[in-house]
């Protein structure tokens, strides 16, 4: 959800303000290289120095916003209150109203406090998890565990933590033999558990799903035993993780505690998440092109990217274990046991440059394996198109992700581009009407939506863009040409978000298509800049890359001067999906900012007329029993949304669990549905898949989905009703417009 654009021109002050201070900064910076701390200071004041000086709407920082970043910060650290006591946060409390004159004073001893203390007792909770789980667990207590942590107070002693845990640990195991049972009984079992992967260049993690393996059958008492194992096992590995990270870490906790009081969308990334946002927002990594994931204290393959050079090498396999790595003819360092980061950033490198990956093959044999470096693209990122025939019509569906754009080169790809490439090559399959996909899109680029909504329309308006002097900005869409002027349908959800709330508002002002979906969009409707924080300080410092600030600058509007900030865009049709009854989105955040107007912008919405097709749509879903069985399950997702007291008797949780799967049978029709509609890939992809079977095997899977998608079904039978309908398409009305001057 990050709408990120570049305001050098229009915001000159603003950014001669942030510019400015690096001479005011460079007084606080040690001559010589200091530990940890001084780093720390130092991130501190250009932090909040920014934050008060170039944010929107800056907060005060005083007792009462003191006493939010308190609140916030413990919560981060102890989400579940399984670490701290009452007497830790009696400790730290003395701190409450403290934090901002500590903010003035650069007095990092609360987070020294804190650190330390969570660093503790995290080691104490592994002694009691493990002594907990090493005895057999008596399943038969009528006993209850709680987990509203909110609505919690903390342990008031040890013992008492240690009963929470015990509870805890109690429910995990009865979880973990109610799926065993079930698989010993041939049922089949929904499970949440996921195996962890990183890229390999930006170790962004990927969910992968778990096979069920089959077991044998076995008794109670044995189930217990095994269930206790897995979750040691697992805890062992959480752990794991929890230990590689070190303090720069935990600091960037505290400062984001700080940080997000200003706005929800303001945050501090650190080297680290810098890299990983610019690889997110631009689609491309440089480095080998592999996932990996930690395995114990080893990094294993686990999936070659496509199209990189470790999959065109053919040496790499998934399953290798990296044992060693040199960068070109260096020595090569052992990476055995080290963090999973670290050794993803020993991978990565610029491209062209060498890498030796010393690996254990899957046979045991251990060979080195070299590898040039090259710009990696993520296929998952960019846009992607298919051809839907229903009937004897052929319709066009463009399912974009994210509005990507590389800033540091824009001759890279970018969705704009993209996009205008895949409505060609629709409207070369001669296309009766497209449908853009922006569902779960959470934004991007601002310019590549302004330009993206020109294909669809003649040159005007797109957005609106203010700052926090007031001043206004209204962004063009200059090129009169018209791609796309057919019928043309915008899928969204709760969680389509900034650039897609721009792009769906724009459409639905101009009446150039029709909004379907979600009642309302996430609702973000404010405008961010990464600045860094490294390139502020002109002058050389020890501290090397301090990362960057994600800084709220603006909000935008839409051209008729509403504001999508908390409200979203509302859909022309309301689509009945899981979260019907559930308020999701900004509205939803406390400290998101507020909704407010401004003056309309000067443009013309064409003539067109949906309701007919509106109307026709709402008639269908009020009929549809696939939309009555979800509507069904909303409901019933709500009813359960609260329920978070959980028996610790066997006999009694199973029961439960018994009446909520037999309810939620009903409901696996859902994902079963056939909308009875073809997808087929476009020419240019049919031709990749005769050297990328991967590719292939990922647009199936693709199609599959989509087969089973109500929505889409719902999305082509508009496009249907508006080719049939009266319209006036953006073509039709430049013919007009240009009659209209020759009379003249």
């Known amino acids: ?75 981060s650290l102890d989400p579940t209150k399984r670490f701290f006591t009452q007497a830790d946060i009696d400790e730290f409390a003395k701190y409450e109203l403290l934090i901002d004159d500590m903010i003035a004073l650069k007095d990092l001893s609360f987070f020294n406090l804190t650190h330390d203390r969570i660093v503790q007792r995290m080691k104490d909770a592994q002694g009691i998890y493990k002594d907990v789980l090493s005895k057999p667990f008596n399943l038969y207590t009528n006993e209850t565990f709680d987990a509203d942590y909110d609505k919690q107070a903390f342990s008031a002693d ?136 930690k395995k114990n204290d080893v990094t294993e393959i686990s999936e070659l990217i496509p199209g990189g050079p470790a999959w065109r090498g053919k040496e790499l396999e998934a399953g290798d274990i990296i044992l060693k790595v040199a960068q070109g003819n260096e020595e090569a360092v052992d990476v055995v046991g080290m963090r999973l980061e670290d050794v993803v950033k020993k991978i990565k490198g610029r491209k ?132 796309w002027d057919g019928p043309l349908v915008v899928m969204v959800n709760n969680f389509s978000a900034s650039a897609s709330e721009i792009f769906a508002a724009a459409i639905q002002d101009y009446k150039r298509g029709i909004i379907i979906g979600s009642k309302h969009t996430y609702g973000k409707g404010t405008v961010q800049n990464i600045i860094s924080l490294t390139d502020l300080l002109k002058a050389q410092q020890p501290y090397g890359d301090l990362g960057a600030l994600k800084l709220t600058l603006q909000k935008f509007y839409r051209i008729n001067g509403g504001s999508t900030q908390r409200e979203g865009v509302l859909s022309d049709v309301v689509l009945p999906d899981r979260f019907s009854y559930i308020d999701m989105g900004e509205r939803d955040i406390p400290n998101a900012m507020p909704w407010d107007k401004i003056d309309r912008a000067n443009y013309t919405p064409l003539k067109n007329d949906f309701q007919p097709a509106i109307s026709n749509s ?12 979800i509507t069904e399950n909303a409901q019933w997702i709500n009813e359960r949304k609260d329920e978070k007291v959980f028996s610790l008797n066997y006999d009694k949780y199973k029961l439960k669990q018994e009446q909520v799967e037999e309810k939620a049978k009903k409901f696996k029709a859902i994902s079963k549905y056939n909308n009875h509609l073809t997808f087929n890939s476009l020419p240019y992809e049919l031709e990749k898949f005769k050297n990328d079977t991967i590719l292939e095997n990922k647009r199936n899977r693709w199609h599959e989905t989509l087969a089973s998608d109500v929505y889409v079904e719902e999305a082509v039978n508009i496009l249907k009703d508006i080719h049939k309908g009266p319209r006036t398409t953006t073509g039709e009305l430049t013919v007009k417009k240009n009659k209209l001057a020759e009379k003249h």
């Open 1 to 75: 959800m990050n709408t990120i654009w570049s305001f050098m021109k229009r915001n000159y002050k603003i950014i001669l303000l942030i510019l400015g201070v690096s001479t005011l900064l460079w007084s606080f910076i040690p001559k010589e290289p200091k530990e940890n701390p001084e780093k720390d200071q130092l991130l501190l004041e250009m932090i909040t120095y920014l934050l008060e000086k170039g944010h929107y709407d800056p907060v005060k920082i005083d007792d009462a916003f003191s006493k939010e970043v308190y609140k916030e910060y413990i919560k």
């Open 158 to 293: 040890e013992e008492a933590l240690k009963k929470r845990w015990e509870k805890q640990l109690k429910l995990s195991v009865l979880s973990t033999i109610s799926d065993k049972i079930k698989l010993q009984d041939g049922e089949e079992v929904a499970t949440d558990e996921f195996e962890d992967e990183a890229n390999e260049d930006s170790y962004a993690p990927v969910k992968k799903k778990k096979e069920a393996a089959p077991v044998e059958k076995k008794s109670f008492e044995e189930l217990e035993v095994e269930a206790r194992e897995a979750t040691l096992k697992s805890l062992n590995e959480y752990f794991g993780f929890i230990d590689d990270l070190q303090r720069q870490d935990w600091f960037t906790i505290y400062i984001n505690s700080i940080v997000e009081r200003f706005d929800p969308h303001s945050s501090y990334l650190a080297p680290e998440d810098k890299e990983k946002f610019d690889a997110s927002m631009s689609g491309t990594i440089e480095g080998i092109g592999a996932k990996l994931q």
């Open 352 to 483: 062209g440059s060498e890498v030796r990956l010393t690996v254990k093959k899957v046979d045991g044999t251990v060979v080195i394996i070299s590898i040039i470096r090259e710009i990696v693209e993520l296929e998952e990122t960019y846009a992607k198109s298919s051809i839907i025939v229903h009937g004897n019509q052929t319709y066009g569906l463009i399912q974009l992700p994210k509005f990507y754009i590389n800033f540091e080169n824009k001759d890279n790809r970018d969705a704009f581009k993209d996009v205008a490439k895949e409505v060609e090559r629709l409207k070369e399959q001669q296309v009766s009407g497209i449908i853009m996909d922006l569902r779960n899109n959470g934004g991007g680029s601002l310019q590549t939506v302004v330009d993206m909504a020109g294909l669809f329309i003649e040159q005007g308006p797109i957005v609106q863009v203010k700052s926090s002097k007031g001043k206004k900005d209204v962004l063009f869409d200059r090129d009169a040409k018209v791609q």
């Open 618 to 629: 709402k008639k269908r879903i009020a009929t549809n029993q696939q939309f009555k069985l």
